[in-house]
């Protein structure tokens, strides 16, 4: 017989999860420890790594697969290009939320670093046909990402921290962010 663990979907082991802490506080406090060691732990390289192979991924082939008349319309290859990056941003977006929300600016600011990173790395490294086909799209992104950052961020040595990380790691763009949001 096979192990049953290996075989249960992502949301049957959280309903189980769940369930054995409602019902063993010992368990419960090893539950949150190990969720707490997990969410602790922020590597921005990688994180950037995996943004940039995000969107060097992005296919040009289903960019124009997406585009054109639709039965609820048209979709330019300009608005399907920005749908198809904020698409696969938001993952990523959203656990830059989940630190702030969870009250980790620490993580927070580093893992941001990491997305602001990627998507640098993006628009200086990659020679992918979608990139050519997005023109400063890469761009308006990284500044979308980091204002939201900042209109969440309440340490301003994270905000010192963020320029300082922008003028070494993402210079060509680090006068206008740095300018934008200098406090």
């Known amino acids: 017989m096979m192990d ?3 075989n249960l979907s992502h949301e049957e082991a959280l309903w189980i999860l769940k369930e054995l802490c409602k019902t063993d506080a010992k368990i419960r406090i090893r539950i949150l420890a190990e969720a707490e060691k997990l969410f602790m732990q922020v590597d921005r390289d990688a ?3 995996d943004v940039f192979f995000e969107l060097d991924g992005l296919n040009v082939d289903e960019l124009w697969d997406r585009s054109g008349p639709h039965r609820h319309g048209y979709s330019s290859p300009d608005e399907m290009a920005v749908e198809m990056i904020e ?3 938001k993952p990523y977006e959203d656990k830059i939320q989940q630190y702030q929300k969870m009250g980790m600016p620490e993580q927070a600011k580093q893992y941001c670093m990491g997305v602001l990173k990627g998507i640098y790395q993006f628009e200086h490294e990659a020679q992918s046909e979608f990139k050519e086909q997005a023109p400063d799209l890469a761009a308006e992104c990284f500044g979308g990402i980091l204002d939201e950052w900042r209109e969440r961020c309440t340490r301003k040595e994270d905000i010192q921290a963020m320029n300082a990380f922008m003028g070494q790691e993402c210079s060509e763009w680090a ?9």
């Open 87 to 89: 698409e696969a941003l």
């Open 47 to 49: 994180v950037a790594e």
């Open 4 to 6: 049953a663990l290996d």
């Open 175 to 183: 006068k206008w962010a740095i300018k934008d949001g200098a406090e």
